[in-house]
Protein backbone atom coordinates (compact mmCIF):
# COMPACT_ATOMS: atom_id res chain seq x y z
CA UNK A 1 0.00 0.00 0.00
CA UNK A 2 2.52 2.11 0.83
CA UNK A 3 6.14 3.38 -0.12
CA UNK A 4 8.65 5.08 1.74
CA UNK A 5 11.60 7.38 0.42
CA UNK A 6 14.35 8.65 3.17
CA UNK A 7 17.49 11.08 2.71
CA UNK A 8 18.88 13.27 5.10
CA UNK A 9 16.20 15.95 5.90
CA UNK A 10 12.75 14.08 4.48
CA UNK A 11 10.64 11.14 5.02
CA UNK A 12 8.20 10.75 1.91
CA UNK A 13 5.36 7.82 2.13
CA UNK A 14 3.41 6.94 -1.06
CA UNK A 15 0.06 5.55 0.10
CA UNK A 16 -2.08 3.85 -3.42
CA UNK A 17 -5.81 2.98 -4.26
CA UNK A 18 -8.08 3.87 -1.54
CA UNK A 19 -7.56 4.69 2.31
CA UNK A 20 -10.36 3.54 3.49
CA UNK A 21 -11.70 1.72 7.15
CA UNK A 22 -10.20 -1.73 5.92
CA UNK A 23 -6.65 -0.57 5.58
CA UNK A 24 -6.73 2.13 7.57
CA UNK A 25 -4.95 0.75 10.89
CA UNK A 26 -2.12 -0.36 8.53
CA UNK A 27 -1.64 3.17 6.73
CA UNK A 28 -1.71 4.88 10.41
CA UNK A 29 0.53 2.25 11.51
CA UNK A 30 2.89 3.21 8.64
CA UNK A 31 2.28 6.66 9.02
CA UNK A 32 3.51 6.51 12.99
CA UNK A 33 6.41 4.47 12.13
CA UNK A 34 7.16 6.78 9.48
CA UNK A 35 6.93 10.03 11.71
CA UNK A 36 8.90 8.72 14.46
CA UNK A 37 11.46 7.40 12.62
CA UNK A 38 12.22 10.60 10.32
CA UNK A 39 15.05 13.11 10.93
CA UNK A 40 12.61 16.20 10.30
CA UNK A 41 9.75 15.73 7.94
CA UNK A 42 7.29 13.42 6.57
CA UNK A 43 5.67 14.24 2.95
CA UNK A 44 2.16 12.11 2.06
CA UNK A 45 2.31 12.31 -1.81
CA UNK A 46 -0.95 11.39 -2.58
CA UNK A 47 -1.17 11.31 -6.57
CA UNK A 48 -1.61 7.42 -6.24
CA UNK A 49 -4.94 7.65 -3.87
CA UNK A 50 -8.41 7.26 -5.45
CA UNK A 51 -10.53 7.73 -2.71
CA UNK A 52 -10.06 8.94 1.32
CA UNK A 53 -12.66 7.66 3.70
CA UNK A 54 -13.20 9.32 7.39
CA UNK A 55 -10.57 6.25 8.62
CA UNK A 56 -8.10 7.52 6.49
CA UNK A 57 -8.29 11.13 7.10
CA UNK A 58 -8.54 10.17 10.64
CA UNK A 59 -5.15 8.73 10.21
CA UNK A 60 -3.85 11.32 8.45
CA UNK A 61 -4.91 13.92 12.00
CA UNK A 62 -3.44 11.21 14.02
CA UNK A 63 0.14 11.20 12.44
CA UNK A 64 -0.14 15.07 12.00
CA UNK A 65 -1.04 15.43 15.88
CA UNK A 66 2.57 13.15 16.43
CA UNK A 67 4.57 14.82 13.90
CA UNK A 68 3.77 18.09 16.05
CA UNK A 69 4.38 16.39 19.66
CA UNK A 70 8.00 15.40 17.86
CA UNK A 71 8.51 18.68 16.20
CA UNK A 72 8.51 17.46 12.88
CA UNK A 73 7.02 18.75 9.83
CA UNK A 74 4.00 17.25 7.99
CA UNK A 75 2.94 17.88 4.97
CA UNK A 76 0.75 16.49 2.54
CA UNK A 77 1.21 17.07 -1.59
CA UNK A 78 -0.57 15.64 -4.61
CA UNK A 79 -4.06 15.58 -3.78
CA UNK A 80 -6.42 15.01 -5.99
CA UNK A 81 -10.11 17.20 -6.37
CA UNK A 82 -12.03 14.98 -5.05
CA UNK A 83 -9.90 14.65 -2.07
CA UNK A 84 -9.22 18.16 -1.60
CA UNK A 85 -12.92 18.36 -1.41
CA UNK A 86 -12.95 16.33 2.21
CA UNK A 87 -10.07 18.48 3.33
CA UNK A 88 -12.13 22.02 2.61
CA UNK A 89 -15.74 20.34 3.58
CA UNK A 90 -14.03 19.24 6.87
CA UNK A 91 -11.58 22.32 7.00
CA UNK A 92 -8.59 20.55 7.60
CA UNK A 93 -7.10 22.15 4.25
CA UNK A 94 -6.30 24.73 7.08
CA UNK A 95 -4.87 22.59 9.40
CA UNK A 96 -2.51 20.97 7.33
CA UNK A 97 0.29 21.76 5.29
CA UNK A 98 -0.82 21.00 1.34
CA UNK A 99 1.24 21.43 -1.36
CA UNK A 100 0.65 21.27 -4.87
CA UNK A 101 3.91 18.92 -5.43
CA UNK A 102 6.69 17.57 -3.42
CA UNK A 103 9.19 20.35 -4.89
CA UNK A 104 6.99 23.14 -3.30
CA UNK A 105 7.26 21.03 0.43
CA UNK A 106 11.34 20.50 -0.27
CA UNK A 107 11.72 24.12 -1.62
CA UNK A 108 10.43 25.12 2.12
CA UNK A 109 12.23 22.62 4.02
CA UNK A 110 15.47 24.27 2.57
CA UNK A 111 14.59 27.57 3.37
CA UNK A 112 13.69 26.36 6.96
CA UNK A 113 10.01 28.55 6.79
CA UNK A 114 8.39 27.81 9.98
CA UNK A 115 4.96 24.91 9.78
CA UNK A 116 1.67 25.62 10.24
CA UNK A 117 0.21 24.05 14.14
CA UNK A 118 -3.28 22.13 14.52
CA UNK A 119 -5.04 24.05 17.48
CA UNK A 120 -6.86 21.08 19.44
Do not use: K
Not at 36 to 58: F, I, K, W, Y
Amino acid sequence: MTIAIRDSQLTIIQPSGHINAANATEFQRQLTAAVTSAPNAVLVDMHRVDSLDSAGLMSLICAFRLAQRLNRRFGICCVAASIQMIFELTRLDAAFEIYPNRDAFSALLERGEESLSLIA
